[in-house]
């Protein structure tokens, strides 16, 4: 097994440190989060950060790379807007998804130029990927600082939630395999999900015979 103290992850080359440590939390959720500026011209980024923060009021998080000397249009447009979507990544749209990462024009839409189609919900001002199964729309609460690396934890609260009806229990259980929902590995890699049990609420007194 191969060892990496702290010395020795300080001193790799920047892109073997870069693909390391992105890839050592395992696979992360595959999302598109779309927003609009105040042109309404829209905006699709693919990230693989958002996380549950509590389910009553219903929150997500995720987490944007320092904002110095770079333009980050979904800050600005979730800092302008205060609304936006996040979208399950398709299995069969990864290499679309993936591209949206590239470094486009504020003025130009990652919907048109990664072939994603713009859906909108009445009355909610922030565009949803038509393509994704399972779409959310949010609504801005806070930004957290994260001082040690200049990041930004963006919180927002869940207004809508659409998921296909086929993936959802009626215990309200997401099926994310009959979803083709997609994972990420490090930067640049991209999984299938496939399910592999569900299991009971845990109790001490109820351990299985383990293998």
Same mark, same amino acid.
């Given at each position: 097994?191969?060892?990496?103290?702290k010395e020795?992850?300080?001193?790799?080359?920047?892109?073997?440190?870069?693909?390391?440590?992105?890839?050592?939390t395992?696979?992360?959720?595959?999302n598109?989060?779309?927003?609009?500026?105040? &042109?309404?011209t829209?905006?699709? %980024?693919?990230?693989?950060?958002?996380?549950?923060?509590?389910?009553?009021?219903?929150?997500?998080?995720?987490?944007? /790379?320092?904002?110095?000397n770079?333009? /980050?249009?979904?800050?600005?447009?979730?800092?302008?807007?205060k609304?936006?979507?996040?979208?399950?990544?398709?299995?069969n749209?990864?290499?679309?998804?993936?591209?949206?990462? %590239?470094?486009?024009?504020?003025?130009?839409?990652?919907?048109?130029?990664c072939k994603?189609?713009?859906?909108f919900?009445?009355?909610?001002? %922030?565009?949803?990927?038509?393509?994704?199964?399972?779409?959310?729309?949010?609504?801005?609460?806070?930004?957290?600082?994260?001082?040690?690396?200049n990041?930004?934890?963006?919180?927002?609260?869940?207004?809508h939630?659409f998921v296909?009806?086929?993936?959802?229990?009626?215990e309200?259980?997401?099926d994310?395999?009959?979803?083709?929902?997609?994972?990420?590995?490090?930067?640049n890699?991209?999984?299938?999900?496939?399910?592999i049990?569900?299991?009971?609420?845990?109790?001490?007194?109820?351990?299985? &015979?383990?293998?």
């Amino acid at each position: 097994m191969k060892h990496y103290k702290k010395e020795n992850i300080i001193d790799l080359e920047k892109v073997k440190r870069l693909n390391i440590i992105n890839s050592i939390t395992g696979i992360k959720p595959g999302n598109l989060i779309g927003s609009m500026d105040n &042109d309404k011209t829209t905006n699709l %980024a693919i990230f693989s950060s958002v996380v549950h923060l509590g389910s009553q009021p219903a929150l997500l998080g995720f987490i944007l /790379r320092p904002q110095l000397n770079v333009v /980050r249009d979904t800050y600005n447009n979730i800092m302008s807007n205060k609304l936006y979507t996040i979208n399950h990544l398709p299995e069969n749209y990864t290499l679309n998804g993936h591209y949206t990462s %590239a470094k486009f024009n504020s003025d130009e839409s990652e919907f048109k130029f990664c072939k994603f189609t713009e859906w909108f919900h009445d009355g909610f001002d %922030a565009p949803f990927v038509k393509e994704s199964s399972l779409k959310i729309g949010l609504k801005f609460q806070e930004s957290i600082p994260i001082k040690i690396n200049n990041t930004i934890m963006i919180v927002g609260s869940v207004e809508h939630i659409f998921v296909n009806s086929e993936a959802l229990s009626e215990e309200g259980y997401i099926d994310l395999e009959k979803l083709h929902s997609t994972g990420i590995g490090g930067l640049n890699s991209y999984y299938k999900l496939k399910k592999i049990s569900s299991y009971p609420y845990a109790i001490r007194n109820e351990l299985p &015979d383990f293998k």
